[in-house]
């Protein structure tokens, strides 16, 4: 072969995989896309929680308690679609959240409060216990429905207790979150 041959053959294979590896290093399942973080749908939910997205621990609002926030303090990145659906929650006061699609295992972390990710988890007692009796929209059992009203949708009432290594300065110890996430475009 020619070297002429041969470095145009390498050029363009060089050109070809350069041009595959920024195609995917860039798509849109990698990086994700903005969702929208709203109030939880259901209206039946508890007041305290009413018209808030609410994410921490302890039965009041503080630093190092429970945040309530409104939309625009709030992100949720959704990273894939479907089945494969990702979405990872950011609040004020350092809470981060991680939902998995199909999953009632919501990962939360909060660096700035030194609570390392936890699992937290709605037992299925109580999943099937708040289940609405009617397949009503705007109707949600405790815990994480997903794909409700629709695909790409999420809907997260969770109240769980706090490990032991989460430092909490309040009585009420458990950790809380509701919220509406919908990654539709």
Known sequence: MRT??????????V?????????????????????????????????????AISIGVGNKQGHGLVTQSVADQVTARCID??????IEFT??????????HGSQIVKVKNDDLGYPEHDFETREGIIEATQPKNDEPNRFS???????????EVEVQLEDETPPHWVVDSPYKEFAMYAHISCVN
């Open 15 to 51: 050109t070809a995989v350069g041009l595959s590896l920024a195609a995917c290093s860039s798509s849109e399942s990698e990086t994700g896309n903005a969702g929208t973080v709203s109030p939880p749908v259901d209206t039946s939910v508890k007041d305290q929680w009413e018209d």
């Open 91 to 100: 609040a004020p006061d350092g809470w981060q959240a991680m939902l998995t």
């Open 142 to 152: 405790m815990g994480v429905t997903w794909d409700k009203p629709g695909p790409g």
């Open 81 to 86: 679609e479907g089945d494969t659906l990702k």
């Open 4 to 13: 002429t041959t041969l470095a145009a053959a390498t050029a363009a294979t």
